[in-house]
């Protein structure tokens, strides 16, 4: 398994994380880590795992996290499975033997993505209240959704080569762009309940699941009061990259989604088709209206 990481100014957990992803059990670890510009002790960090061969490193131009990962996606070697890694969690030793053993059924002609619920913990690595995601794992839901996330996921080598073909243009996460084109080219796409993966909240996070309840509705709120449109830019470029990948089902999915945008009369058909409901209600609500208001 590769192992890609992306770091900024992390030295404060990283040897913490690297250690729980080196004692990783019952799987062959390669961890590659690209540097984003940091300018604490990350580089010496690096330098000292590399040193005894524990890793490769190497520091590139700030891209900011999601272009960095996927430009890891790009720069690893051919591996049987990849998997994100953050430089802040925690991983549990069998969080990535659970992934082959949940992936590796599929053959390798056949695309496949595993994800699983993270566990939320303070800077000590305490528990903390975690938001449950149950998602119902279907192609219309990945294009509202937006829950998935980079720090669980494993895909195999055949659902790598198709991602690294396309440069993404639209600025999202990497986490959500993987997610929707796993599912829109017809990826077996697997969701594991238990979390494996410690995902540590601090001041610094890029992203995570510490929001507050007032943050987590400036977000939503923003979605549908600006002119960003993310989702509608985002999945107006998987068409466009993967189209031609796609089973007829789901062309016919994202055709209505993406014409949704121009057409009245498809919106309508959006708002009252059954293919993009979401397993949150208050997202798909939220999302309704945007449709109806044209600010999706």
């Not at 149950?134 to 669980?152: D, H, I, Q, W």
């Not at 549908?224 to 470029?237: D, G, L, P, T, V």
Request: aromatic letters at 12%; proline letters at 3%; charged letters at 25%.
């Amino acid at each position: 398994i590769s192992i890609l990481m992306s770091t900024y100014n992390g030295g404060r957990y990283l040897k913490q994380q690297i250690d729980s992803i080196l004692q990783q059990e019952g799987v062959e670890v390669h961890l590659l880590v690209r540097d984003d510009g940091s300018t604490d002790n990350t580089l010496d960090i690096l330098n000292s795992y590399a040193q005894k061969g524990l890793l490769r490193w190497y520091q590139g131009e700030n891209l900011k996290s999601a272009r960095s990962f996927l430009k890891l996606l790009q720069d690893s070697k051919k591996c049987d499975y990849y998997a994100f890694a953050d430089q802040d969690d925690y991983w549990e030793v069998n969080k990535l033997r659970v992934a082959v053993e949940h992936l590796q059924d599929y053959k390798e002609d056949t695309y496949a993505l595993y994800l699983a619920q993270p566990q939320a913990a303070d800077q000590d690595l305490n528990p903390l209240p975690t938001t449950q995601f149950k998602p119902l794992n279907t192609f219309g839901e990945s294009l509202v959704y937006r829950f998935a996330m980079g720090c669980t996921m494993v895909m195999n080598n055949k659902l790598r080569n198709v991602i690294i073909t396309h440069e993404q243009q639209y600025p999202c996460m990497h986490d959500i762009w993987i997610y929707t084109i796993a599912h829109a080219i017809g990826a077996k796409v697997v969701w594991d309940n238990n979390p494996h993966t410690i995902n540590r909240q601090h001041g610094n996070n890029v992203v995570g699941l510490g929001e507050g309840f007032k943050a987590k509705w400036r977000a939503r709120l923003k979605r549908i009061s600006n002119k960003e449109e993310e989702r509608y830019h985002q999945n107006a470029e998987v068409k466009e990259a993967f189209y031609h990948l796609m089973p007829q089902a789901n062309k016919e999915t994202i055709d209505l989604f993406i014409n949704a945008k121009h057409s009245f009369t498809d919106r309508l058909r959006l708002v009252t088709s059954p293919k993009f409901r979401c397993s949150n209600s208050t997202t798909y609500t939220l999302f309704l209206l945007s449709v109806i208001l044209n600010r999706f």
